[in-house]
């Protein structure tokens, strides 16, 4: 469109008040749990948390407990809730303090205006986190936006003891995984877990074959709108991908991730590209079973200097009422104490801060934390890295389709850059 | 006796604009407003935050060219209606017939039948997933097979409709039994007499007379067919061959994606097939009682 006429916002606002103030209203219930404290001199902060599930809640009770310069109040929403409802909750009565992801994801409020700038809370932080935790905590505008507080890396899981008993060796290039995947067929083990009922998991496996073949910079590029999805470097992606495709899980649009999980620990399938949340799924005793390695180079170009490790954190709602015990409370999220809690208590999780204390973390969380020291960028995963409604309306029935038609992938680019070029305008 | 002109009092004043005003108003909040606000909305690019920008007809050219979901959307719309219509209303009727006979056990039927209607649709739909899923469903174990039902989208909407199916056979069956008992058997008995078979005497002299309910099921049918939502948002969201038409109003407007303005255009569409078939319905009524 070339003309674009301006209308007034004041009549359809009135209007969409009806329709969609409901979400909003929903967004603000929650369950209150005041979390009485001594009380400082900084007054009430309040935290919007979407920590629903039993680990993540009460960890950030107890992190909250710990923080004494003010009162707190935690109202909890349901986390997919809490998501959805994002952009209404921030313009409407938000808490002080909310929890959210870095990158992009941050990016897109704090344009919008949506969220204070914590400039100064991070020359206080700053010595505590690599840079690659500043980048992903930085607007456009170059002012930090958010404090990371956990995050958990992507790879390649395997049971120890199922490669051992097969002698089956980590594989370093492309080539070798396809070997490997030949030979586990040969053994009636089908290769790679895959599930993408839920639409998100097959995120995860365009993101590293993308960054392998292309780099970090040219995905980053991608995320944001910047390259063209008819590229042959896109189109390169999805034909290695088809590649594998016979290694995968069959039958992968019906199951849910938790079953693909599943099957890894009952050693069905030999592999999995996941989250380290993969070990949630896996009985405690057979957790120290549990390995991973980085998805293998393919260009040497990049080699593996790339990983997908999403980043959870907290911000500040612009419309805080207490803004000087927000800051407060995010210092107190930034320490090295606080992140170890959560550590202690959510084995899927890893501390942000490069200060943490990582001689309490199990065998897997040392290896994570090594995997990604290791790598030289730190994406956040396809959702976090572009405009969300890309990611839900565009990217998730894109890759479902190419999931069950993996030969169509000329015409899926095409529809993409399409759905792009709407969205992105 | 002059014929007075009647002249309402102030208290009838009051009643009429108390009663009427405030139907008016709940009226036009509810459901005018909304709907104008939704059609104004979807010549626009909101995303709920930031200036409202119009951009014409920009997104229904977007959605019926660009989005491939839409058009599976609209297909599987009218494959539900169509298979609620044809097959499992039809079938309804049939089993209707059948316990109308007085069967041994028909009050056993009867309930059994009957009992998936008190269900919610996205208890039915977790109930499919225990039914039909690849690896631990009750379909594939019995039978040995090793079909993705849920996750191949050519087969997946044939299923789930199955599941829909057989909750909405019970409600019909339900609702022509009650028509079927208030038939005057003299009726059947008189075409007896004149010689028809059971066949002529159902399809030329009851059924007919069951017209009334045949409206009320049509429109049920048609209701259940536009509003499904919850079966196929607690099978996989929506997603990968389930699309409906109100599944993607609520990806868009709902999710964290927020394309307001874009969900308003499907929402458009979806109020147009409803008041397509609003419209034909009550002129057919009004038809009747003139």
């Keep these: ?272 590209v996941l989250g380290m949340f993969v070990a949630q799924q896996f009985p405690e005793a057979d957790r120290d079973d549990l390995d991973f390695f980085t998805f293998p180079e393919i260009n040497p170009a990049y080699g593996t200097d790339s990983i997908d490790a999403p980043i959870d954190g907290y911000m500040i709602s612009a419309k805080a009422r207490n803004v000087e015990g927000a800051k407060a409370l995010l210092k107190h999220f930034a320490q090295a104490s606080s992140q170890n809690i959560a550590t202690e208590l959510d084995p899927g999780t890893l501390a942000a801060s490069s200060k943490a204390d990582t001689s309490g973390y199990s065998a897997l969380q040392k290896r994570g934390a090594e995997l990604v020291s290791k790598a030289t960028h730190i994406a956040q995963f396809l959702d976090r890295d572009t405009r969300p409604d890309f990611a839900s309306t565009v990217m998730i029935p894109s890759l479902q389709s190419f999931v069950s038609e993996p030969d169509e992938i000329d015409s899926l680019l095409a529809s993409i850059e399409q759905q792009k070029a709407n969205i992105f305008r | 006796m002059a014929a007075k002109t009647r002249r309402y009092s102030a208290r009838d004043m009051a009643v009429l604009v108390i009663g009427l005003g405030v139907a008016i108003v709940v009226n036009v909040g509810v459901i005018w407003g909304p709907a104008l606000a939704s059609i104004g909305l979807s010549g626009t690019d909101w995303s709920g935050i930031g200036p409202i920008e119009w951009v014409g007809g920009q997104n229904y050219h977007d959605l019926a060219a660009e989005y491939p979901p839409f058009w599976s959307a609209v297909r599987n719309n009218v494959l539900w209606l169509g298979f609620l219509a044809l097959v499992a209303t039809p079938f309804g009727l049939f089993c209707a017939v059948l316990l109308d ?87 059947k008995e008189a075409a007896a007499i004149d010689g028809a078979s059971e066949r002529q005497a159902f399809f030329r002299v009851v059924f007919p007379t069951l017209r009334p309910v045949n409206v009320i099921v049509l429109v049920i049918t048609v209701i259940e067919a536009l509003r499904a939502f919850d079966i196929v948002y607690a099978i996989n969201r929506g997603r990968n061959g389930l699309e409906l038409l109100s599944v993607l109003v609520t990806e868009n407007i709902v999710g964290e994606a927020s394309r307001i303005g874009f969900g308003s255009a499907i929402a458009v569409i979806l109020l147009a097939i409803s008041v397509g078939f609003i419209a034909t319905y009550l002129s057919q009524m009004f038809r009747e009682e003139r």
Aim: proline share 4%; net charge negative; charged share 20%.
């Design chain 2, 101 to 187: 006979r007085r069967l041994r056990l028909s009050r056993f039927y009867q309930s059994a039948l009957y009992m998936p209607v008190v269900l919610s649709l996205a208890v039915v739909g977790f109930i499919a997933q225990l039914v039909y899923s690849s690896d631990y469903g009750v379909l594939n174990s019995v039978t040995g097979l090793s079909v993705d039902w849920l996750g191949d989208s050519s087969v997946n909407i044939w299923v789930v409709m199955v599941a829909a199916a057989w909750r909405h056979v019970g409600y019909v069956m339900v609702i022509y039994l009650a028509g079927l008992k208030a038939v005057d058997p003299a009726l």
């Design chain 1, 1 to 272: 469109m070339d003309q674009r006429l301006p209308i007034s916002r004041r009549h359809l606002l009135l209007g969409a008040a009806a329709t969609f103030g409901v979400p909003a209203v929903l967004a603000g219930c929650g369950s209150d749990s005041p979390a009485p404290g001594p009380g400082g001199n900084l007054g009430t902060v309040t935290i919007g948390s979407n920590a629903s599930d039993e680990i993540p809640k009460k960890t950030l009770d107890t992190v909250v407990k710990g923080f004494t310069q003010a009162t707190t109040r935690i109202n909890t929403v349901d986390h997919n809730t809490f998501q959805e409802n994002i952009n209404r909750y921030l313009r409407g009565t938000p808490e002080d303090v909310f929890t959210w992801f870095a990158g992009y994801r941050m990016q897109f409020f704090a344009e919008q205006g949506l969220a204070v700038d914590i400039s100064d809370v991070w020359q206080e932080i700053g010595a505590d986190y690599t840079q690659a935790f500043k980048d992903q905590s930085t607007g456009v505008d170059g002012k930090q936006y958010f404090v990371p507080f956990s995050y958990y890396p992507w790879a390649v899981f395997y049971r120890k003891s199922l490669w051992e008993e097969n002698g089956y060796e980590v594989p370093a290039t492309l080539d070798e995984l396809t070997a490997l995947a030949r030979r586990m067929q040969g053994d009636d083990i089908i290769p790679i877990a895959f599930a993408d009922k839920d639409g998100w998991p097959a995120m995860g496996t365009f993101d590293i074959i993308n960054m392998r073949m292309n780099g970090y910079d040219f995905h980053v590029s991608l995320m944001q709108g910047k390259q063209s999805w008819t590229d042959p470097k896109v189109r390169q992606v999805f034909d290695t991908w088809r590649g594998l495709m016979e290694f995968h899980q069959p039958a992968a649009l019906g199951r849910t991730w938790q079953e693909a999980a599943q099957s890894l620990a009952q050693k069905q399938t030999g592999m999995y």
